[in-house]
């Protein structure tokens, strides 16, 4: 425990001297000031560019990771603390990346040495930013059912297909890819887990447009593309194994998502908006929806916190995951709703500075895609209602 | 602090169980129903739960109790929820435990180590109305020469018919204090109500009831304290076993699901079911880990547990009222009889829910400890 306390107060007192005063502010347009790296991004700042080479540089932007491959090696208790501290001073998260949240922890378990020691330093300093190739238009929850073919060339694979929804494709500079090596097998039994440079000849994006007016996501077309064999992460045709166990890290990312907000309260967000009456929401109806939400908020933290120390007591169950990621999105979509009725009218204006262009709108919408990427609500419940419930032919 | 149990908790939780289900599975509390019997709870059962040490869970070492705190209590009340066991141990070794507890003194002492043998049922009461409000509490004690007098109302007081001792929550001038009220003194009536779930509460009735100086746990002046930590403990106790009544309608339901067949199919391979049952073990999951930390925060710093508490109990209400409904539904026409046990389980919870505050009264509070 000492040790701990210890640990929090370099921390703290590191933090304090090391994280640019622009870096501790709330976001003003989270979506354009938030760190992803890789070869083209442009920093916001400078003050972002020297966050980020800072926690980088003690392998902080992957805390948890070992420090042969540049992560910070730290213990789970420590991560924890490095999390709670830069809350406290309201640091921003140094570097999002699919490489921190989704590869890593794959290439951890099942890469080769060469393949971690080439791939995670990168992504540590988030030189290289990935995206992930899972889904295909005939693919989505039945994601097994992939067709992205890569057939055996010898020296490499090549690889032909299209993927969907591939979250900023456009901007990547690695996908980590779902391909099929064998059309005789099983749908389960014949994927292969790639890596390759999204600058490969053959490789080509186009942008597809959301309902929040944004395009975050593409549609990724493979034309004869060539993957040297060394991109192969663990075995041929057993690429569904390692493609599930990055899932379970996706959904602990997203699941968490609404929750790390800071910010306004949503009780504070409608009392500005609406008012109050003796003390109390002017809209009493909304008032009982919001305090639900709230208390249903702060009890997932809580059951996020059990979440970790379950794993630690090695009593959690292997799907939990699937529970943490359908209701965190559920309650996520919950609060924005509540936030438009809060905002009102206000809320709804798509255009201009007071809306900040329609930013809360344009959340509000995103949230919709909670429940759907990584896994829809429905195929999380599925999974409970089998590998937990072990319920009979689900 | 770790959200699990500790090593001694989880032993404590297996002799609970092995016990309470043992001696007292919903069969006791049937019987006892359909006997009409004169308490409504073994006595005898009772005296064990003391030779086990559990009357005695939070009473101190010196006093012949266990010395142990909110946690190890919740782990009681949980299987008392699993077994729907009739037992004076909410509110004598939970709740009027805590109180005396919280007062301190000798004479409060005294009182603990008779309930840590088992020789003392309290009763704390503090409802009026029908909806739990103690804040718009009208019963009222008077000072008057040396000691009060006391004039009020009360009603939902837990296990009252049997108590050998009323807690009673009463204002004091501008202030509330607690006040210790024989039921057999002149002026105090008691009328035993027995619960839709075949549980019992009390009716008492408090007219120019004349009390001594020291009838007042707070001393005119903690009393405000005392009764929050002890509502506060009851509060938690209580979302422990409404966690206790949850998992065990939810487990009987889930192996309903894989032994009942329609179309040819157990109904448990309908996905209309599945997703229902799935999404309710997300809410008995979150019941489970909000009641362990609400129950933690109260052993540690009881005075600052009350916004927990509020989540724990609200949660806990939300979750196992789900239970209840979705057990009776998913059970078919079954679920409706009598002779099946799922109705108690909806019966149970639906009291427990109404004890010291449902999820709206708490989500209330909650709402307004947030400025809104
Ligand atoms: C914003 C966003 C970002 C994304 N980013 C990526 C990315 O970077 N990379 C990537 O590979 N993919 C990405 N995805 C794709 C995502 O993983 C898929 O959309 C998702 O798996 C669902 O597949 P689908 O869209 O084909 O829907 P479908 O599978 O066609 O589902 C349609 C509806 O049917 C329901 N349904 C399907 N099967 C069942 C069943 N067995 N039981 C009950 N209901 C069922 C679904 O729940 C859903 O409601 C992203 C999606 C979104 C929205």
């Known amino acids: ?6 640990f929090r107060a370099e921390t703290r007192a590191w933090l304090e001297a ?7 502010k709330p976001f003003e347009d989270e979506e354009a000031e ?3 790296g890789g070869r083209n991004f442009k920093f916001f700042s400078e003050a972002q560019r020297v966050w980020l080479e800072r926690m980088a ?9 070992p420090s042969d491959y540049g992560g910070g090696g730290l213990s789970k208790a420590q991560t924890i603390v490095l999390r709670q501290e830069m809350r406290a001073l309201g640091c921003r998260s140094p570097l999002d990346s699919f490489g921190i949240w989704m590869l890593g922890p794959a290439l951890l378990k099942y890469g080769s040495e060469a393949q971690k020691r080439e791939h995670l330093p990168r992504i540590v300093r988030g030189e290289i930013r990935w995206c992930q190739g899972y889904s295909e238009p005939g693919a989505g929850s039945d994601l097994a059912s992939l067709q992205t073919k890569a057939e055996d060339k010898g020296d490499h694979f090549l690889v032909n297909g299209q993927k969907v929804w591939t979250s900023y494709a456009d901007k990547a500079d690695w996908i980590f890819c779902l391909v099929r090596t064998d059309f005789q097998a099983k749908k389960h039994e014949g994927i292969s887990f790639l890596l390759f440079d999204m600058t490969t000849p053959g490789v080509t994006t186009r942008p597809i447009l959301l309902i929040s007016g944004k395009s975050p996501f593409c549609e990724t077309f493979f ?3 060539k993957v040297p064999k060394d991109n192969l992460v663990g075995v041929e045709n057993k690429g569904w194994e390692i493609a599930k166990y990055l899932l379970t890290h996706e959904r602990d990312m997203i699941g968490g998502m609404g929750l790390v907000g800071g910010g306004r309260s949503l009780g504070e967000i409608a009392a500005q908006s609406i008012g109050l009456e003796n003390g109390m929401l002017a809209d009493p109806i909304l008032r009982g929806d919001i305090a639900r939400l709230e208390a249903d908020t702060w009890a997932f933290q809580i059951a996020m916190e059990r979440a970790g120390d379950l794993a630690k007591a090695k009593q959690a169950h292997p799907a939990y995951s699937s529970f943490l990621k359908y209701y965190g999105t559920e309650l996520n979509k919950r609060r924005h709703e509540l936030t438009m009725s809060a905002l009102g009218a206000d809320g709804l204006e798509w255009e201009g500075a007071r809306s900040q262009d329609g930013e809360a709108a344009r959340a509000w919408l995103r949230t919709k895609a909670n429940s759907i990427e990584g896994g829809t609500s429905e195929v999380q419940l599925n999974i409970i ?6 319920l009979p032919g689900a | 602090m770790a959200l699990v149990l500790t090593e001694e908790q989880n032993l404590l939780r297996d002799s609970a169980r092995g016990f309470i289900a043992d001696k007292a599975p919903v069969a006791h509390l049937r019987h006892l129903r359909d006997t009409r019997d004169a308490t409504g709870f073994s006595r005898d059962l009772w005296r064990e739960f003391a030779d086990m040490g559990f009357a005695g869970v939070i009473a101190p070492e010196a006093q012949g109790g266990l010395g142990l705190g909110p946690v190890e209590a919740g782990v009681i009340m949980e299987e008392i929820g ?4 009739p037992s004076p141990f909410f509110a004598t070794a939970l709740v009027g435990a805590s109180a005396l507890k919280a007062a301190g003194g000798p004479r409060a002492e005294a009182l603990l180590a008779k309930i840590a043998s088992g020789d003392l049922l309290l009763a704390l009461a503090v409802d009026e109305g029908a909806k739990h409000r103690p804040g718009a509490m009208t019963t009222q004690a008077q000072r008057s020469g040396n000691g009060f007098v006391l004039n009020g109302a009360k009603s939902f007081v837990v296990d009252g018919h049997a108590a050998d001792l009323l807690l009673v929550a009463a204002r004091l001038g501008d202030t509330v204090d607690v006040f210790m009220v024989d039921p057999k003194a002149a002026g105090v009536s008691v009328e035993r109500t027995i619960m839709t779930d075949a549980h019992n509460a009390a009716r008492v009735t408090l007219d120019n009831v004349a009390l001594d100086a020291d009838a007042a746990l707070g001393a005119g002046e903690r009393g405000a304290a005392i009764l929050e930590t002890a509502l506060n403990v009851g509060r938690a106790g209580s979302a422990a076993e409404l966690c206790g009544v949850g998992a065990e309608a939810f487990a009987r339901t889930t192996a309903y699901l894989k032994e009942r067949k329609q179309f040819g199919r157990l109904i448990g391979e309908f996905q209309a079911l599945q997703h229902r049952a799935a999404h309710l073990y997300c809410e008995l999951e979150i019941a489970q880990a909000v009641t362990l930390k609400a129950l933690q925060a109260l052993a540690a710093a009881p005075d600052k547990a009350g916004p927990l508490v509020s989540l724990a109990k609200a949660r806990a209400c939300a979750a196992a009222d789900l239970a209840v409904r979705e057990a009776v539904q998913m059970h078919g026409g079954i679920g409706m009889t ?4 799922i109705g108690l389980f909806m019966k149970r919870a639906r009291v427990a829910q109404e004890l010291f505050g449902d999820e709206r009264f708490h989500a209330d509070r909650l709402a307004r400890l947030r400025g809104y």
């Open chain 2, 82 to 85: 699993r077994n729907l066991t």
């Open chain 1, 1 to 6: 425990m000492d040790q701990l306390d210890a």
């Open chain 1, 18 to 24: 090391n994280c640019p005063a622009e870096m501790r």
């Open chain 1, 34 to 36: 938030r760190c992803w």
């Open chain 2, 338 to 341: 009598d002779a099946v046990d």
């Open chain 1, 223 to 225: 034309d004869d593309v």
């Open chain 1, 385 to 390: 209602a089998k590998r937990i419930l072990d």
């Open chain 1, 57 to 65: 540089a003690r392998g902080w932007t992957a805390p948890d990771w």
